[in-house]
């Protein structure tokens, strides 16, 4: 591991079990450099999708689910700031420095069960201790290195 730890490049398997901060404030940087805040709330006013059926499979302690996730999907968020087709990429990235890369690719394809930007776990807004704001990629079932808890920051490139 270098001490140069690059949060789209996870070196550990082992989930942090911890929130690691109470501000749920999150950003978004656009394509042109620009930052923006947004809130859980601000994500409560855009087009709701639910995603049944989802695990979270951890290779260090089982899989756990089905849950049903609910939330923006990330394809509906990032229309909603970014109008423009130039972008290919969003970097998700957690508070505690966990993330992962979505491709447009990706996003366009999963329409049957798409990457959200979740808020809701079985009706219920997530708790902190759950992750607040979550990354669910429903087709990725391996390990759980796509499904980013504590949200915090979204890279559109
Ligand atoms: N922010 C963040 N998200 C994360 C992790 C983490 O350490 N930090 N660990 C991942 C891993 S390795 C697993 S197995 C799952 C665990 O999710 P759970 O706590 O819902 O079981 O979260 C994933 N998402
Ligand atoms: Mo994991």
Same mark, same amino acid.
């Given at each position: 591991?270098? #001490?140069?730890?690059?949060? +789209?490049? %996870?070196?550990?398997?082992?989930?942090?079990? =911890?929130?690691?901060?109470? $501000?749920?404030?999150?950003?978004?940087?656009?394509?042109?450099?620009?930052?923006?805040?947004?809130?859980?709330?601000?994500?409560?006013?855009?087009?709701?999708?639910?995603?049944?059926?989802?695990?979270?499979?951890?290779?260090?302690?089982?899989?756990?689910?089905?849950?049903?996730?609910?939330?923006?999907?990330?394809? #509906?968020?990032?229309?909603? +700031?970014? %109008?423009?087709?130039?972008?290919?990429?969003? =970097?998700?990235?957690?508070? $505690?420095?966990?993330?992962?890369?979505?491709?447009?690719?990706?996003?366009?394809?999963?329409?049957?069960?798409?990457?959200?930007?979740?808020?809701?776990?079985?009706?219920?807004?997530?708790?902190?201790?759950?992750?607040?704001?979550?990354?669910?990629?429903?087709?990725?079932?391996?390990?759980?290195?796509?499904?980013?808890?504590?949200?915090?920051? +979204?890279?559109?490139?």
């Amino acid at each position: 591991m270098s #001490d140069t730890h690059d949060p +789209l490049q %996870p070196h550990s398997h082992e989930p942090n079990p =911890a929130p690691p901060t109470t $501000d749920p404030t999150m950003k978004v940087t656009m394509p042109n450099g620009r930052i923006q805040p947004f809130s859980p709330d601000d994500l409560h006013q855009l087009p709701y999708t639910a995603v049944a059926n989802c695990y979270i499979v951890s290779t260090g302690h089982g899989t756990s689910g089905p849950f049903t996730f609910g939330g923006v999907t990330l394809l #509906d968020f990032v229309r909603q +700031l970014e %109008p423009s087709d130039d972008w290919q990429t969003v =970097a998700v990235i957690s508070a $505690d420095g966990f993330g992962n890369r979505v491709y447009r690719h990706e996003l366009e394809a999963e329409t049957r069960r798409p990457i959200l930007l979740a808020y809701n776990l079985d009706d219920s807004l997530m708790s902190r201790q759950q992750g607040l704001v979550r990354l669910i990629v429903p087709s990725e079932t391996e390990d759980a290195l796509r499904q980013v808890k504590w949200v915090e920051h +979204l890279k559109i490139s």
